[in-house]
């Protein structure tokens, strides 16, 4: 059996919820409906990074945090999942690479852990395929080749205790509310 689905484009309209009903071969429309969000397109422009994996000093060998969190073309928040950020951790000469892992949350937000190898000076890339496009685009405080020059020979106390405490979605959370008036 195959199915075809016409729908109608709701770019013009932004980001909304609908409600979905269906008409089977011109017969009428079903009293059971469907509630379906529609949603614009992540745009990097507008994304953003934030976390103790961005502070200028961290510490080698240990994997630093840091949250992306995806807001669309209409500059709002995400609030579903789905999206493919690329990030990369490399030193500053570019001989090095560091690990890397990062887990969609399904909401808009993605945490990210990085770990390098050695200390010295790093930098952290983080892109997405914008638009489905060809080419990766940088997210909003990233300096497109250049990214975070991080430290990572010290180790700052001001931020590992409390963060010892607390896991670290709920220090990051806290930053983010607290520091940054909300992402």
């Known amino acids: 059996m195959q199915v075809r689905v016409r729908t109608p484009n709701y770019e013009l309209f932004g980001p909304t919820a609908v409600d979905v009903k269906v008409c089977i071969s011109g017969e009428g429309w079903t009293v059971n409906k469907v509630r379906y969000s529609y949603f614009a397109n ?99 405080g990233t300096l497109g080749p250049i990214g975070w020059l991080l430290d990572q020979s010290l180790l700052t106390d001001r931020f590992w205790m409390p963060a010892r405490l607390l896991n670290e979605y709920q220090c990051l959370h806290f930053l983010a509310v607290n520091l940054g008036g909300g992402c």
Not at 84 to 101: I, L, P, Q, Y
Not at 109 to 123: D, I
Request: aromatic letters at 8%; glycine letters at 14%; hydrophobic letters at 40%.
């Open 42 to 140: 992540t745009a990097a422009r507008n994304c953003l990074a934030f976390g103790p994996g961005l502070l200028e000093k961290g510490v080698f060998g240990v994997e630093m945090p840091l949250i992306i969190q995806a807001h669309d073309t209409f500059n709002e928040r995400r609030t579903s999942g789905g999206d493919h950020f690329t990030v990369r951790v490399v030193s500053a000469d570019g001989k090095m690479e560091g690990a890397v892992r990062h887990e969609d949350l399904g909401d808009g937000q993605y945490m990210v852990h990085y770990a390098v190898p050695a200390p010295g000076r790093w930098l952290v890339h983080i892109s997405h395929d914008d638009l489905g496009g060809p080419e990766r685009v940088a997210i909003r």
